[in-house]
C-alpha cells in the first residue's frame, strides 16, 4: 500500500521560513510527479507546486519567487522551501502524489501552515 506522510507545517511570523517534507513509501516503482496543493478556510484548493521526474517544475502564481519545490527521487521524497511567508499563505496543504501504482493519484493527510504574528 502506498502512503504519503507529511511533515514540517506550523506556525511562523509573516517574512519567515517554512520547509515542507513528503515521503512516499510503499510499492512505487515509478512516479510522474508529487506535489503541493493547498486549501485556505472558505476558498478553493490551489496549486502551490509540482515537479516532474526529471526536474520540470510549475508553481503557483502567488508562490512564485517566493516558494521552491526540490525532490529526491531515489528516497521518493519531496520538499518545498517556503520564504518570505505571508499571511495569505496561512492553509492545509497537500502533498500529492501522481504515479502508475495508484490510478487517480495519491494524497497525504495535509499539514498546517500558518503565518501570523
Known amino acids: 500500500q502506498v502512503q504519503l506522510v507529511e511533515s514540517g507545517g506550523g506556525l511562523v511570523q509573516p517574512g519567515g521560513s517554512l520547509r515542507l517534507s513528503c515521503a512516499a513509501s510503499?510499492?512505487?516503482?515509478?512516479?510522474?510527479?508529487m506535489g503541493w496543493y493547498r486549501q485556505a478556510p472558505g476558498k478553493q484548493p490551489e496549486l502551490v507546486a509540482v515537479?516532474?521526474?526529471?526536474?520540470?517544475?510549475d508553481y503557483g502564481g502567488s508562490v512564485k519567487g517566493r516558494f521552491t519545490i526540490s525532490r529526491d527521487n531515489a528516497k521518493n521524497m519531496v520538499y518545498l522551501q517556503m520564504n518570505s511567508l505571508k499571511p495569505e499563505d496561512t492553509a492545509v496543504h497537500y502533498c500529492?502524489?501522481?504515479?502508475?501504482?495508484?490510478?487517480?493519484?495519491?494524497w497525504g493527510q495535509g499539514t498546517q501552515v500558518t503565518v501570523s504574528s
Open positions: 500529492y502524489l501522481q504515479s502508475p501504482a495508484v490510478p487517480g493519484g495519491l
Open positions: 510503499g510499492s512505487i516503482f515509478s512516479i510522474n510527479f
Open positions: 515537479i516532474s521526474s526529471d526536474g520540470r517544475t
